[in-house]
């Protein structure tokens, strides 16, 4: 009988242009050997320019999709992305609360890349509270980390935290790891930090390309999950995860009027040379 692959639960929200959310966690996790499984929290009406409707499912309907299939297959590994209301939030906490020895990894997606608001305030403090604790890692962008570091500090509004007072803050919420990505930082290269308890783990310095891109967080994210489902420890998952991203983005198109896509098969063409520094 043939071994099945490691198998990732990726909680998120469709995205009919294929860029981001559970299409582009599907494509990642596939490529990277894993069987992919889907809870939907959320339809959307976006292309690669922008949001702009969003429609929440049920969260018991959501909390049925998940539980229909945790409890038919072992599942090696959860990842979140855009979850759609405080409600689909605290059923997803208390489904992942059941799989305590289960890695999960947190994409904490708050904006569009063109800025569209998807998180509203009640949201993120629901992450801060239900799910950042539980969070194996978590790995938001630059924008995202300052904005969740703060959500629960009504005295520093004014104050723009520097991004290692970010990952402390973080850390304290509960999770065991942090990646802060720099894309959105005024940085000659692209620089993303792990950091753990006892600080600055390791920190990757990539080449900035040009163009900007939709769905590279969720890429980020997911491949991170398949190289934990996969065995790998948190250390070089995050390196792994980096890379591939990176050669994803390098090998990005442009379809439509708006960001580039990640061509998460770029492998097909046999170009899989990083270029890290």
């Not at 242009?17 to 889907?38: E, K, Q, V």
């Not at 948190?234 to 990005?252: F, I, R």
Request: aromatic share 6%; charged share 20%.
């Amino acid at each position: 009988m043939i071994q099945p692959p490691p198998i990732v639960l990726s909680f998120a929200a469709n995205d009919p242009s294929g860029g981001a959310g559970l299409s582009a966690d599907i494509l990642t996790l596939a490529s990277l050997g894993c069987h992919p499984l889907s809870a939907i929290t959320a339809v959307t009406v976006q292309d690669t320019v922008g949001i702009d409707d969003i429609m929440a499912l049920d969260p018991e309907f959501v909390a049925d999709q998940a539980r229909a299939v945790l409890e038919d297959m072992p599942v090696h590994a959860f990842k979140t992305g855009l979850l759609g209301s405080v409600e689909i939030i605290a059923v997803i906490a208390e489904i992942i609360s059941d799989y305590p020895d289960i890695p999960f990894v947190m994409d904490p997606v708050l904006a569009s890349g063109r800025g569209d608001e998807i998180a509203n305030e009640e949201m993120v403090q629901a992450m801060s509270e239900l799910l950042l604790p539980q969070a194996t890692i978590i790995t938001p962008n630059s924008l995202e980390a300052r904005k969740i570091a703060q959500s629960q500090y009504e005295d520093d509004d004014e104050q723009e935290l520097d991004l290692h007072q970010c990952a402390d803050r973080l850390l304290q919420f509960g999770c065991e790891y942090v990646l802060i990505t720099g894309a959105h930082e005024n940085t000659s290269q692209v620089v993303n930090t792990l950091y753990g308890a006892d600080g600055v783990l390791r920190s990757d310095k990539w080449q900035r390309l040009a163009g900007s891109y939709h769905g590279s967080g969720c890429t980020l994210a997911a491949a991170i999950a398949a190289s934990l489902a996969n065995g790998l420890p948190v250390y070089d998952s995050v390196y792994e995860a980096q890379q591939y991203t990176w050669q994803t983005l390098k090998a990005g198109f442009r379809p439509g009027m708006g960001q580039y896509l990640p061509d998460r098969l770029f492998w097909v063409d046999g170009d899989d040379e990083a270029e890290a520094d």
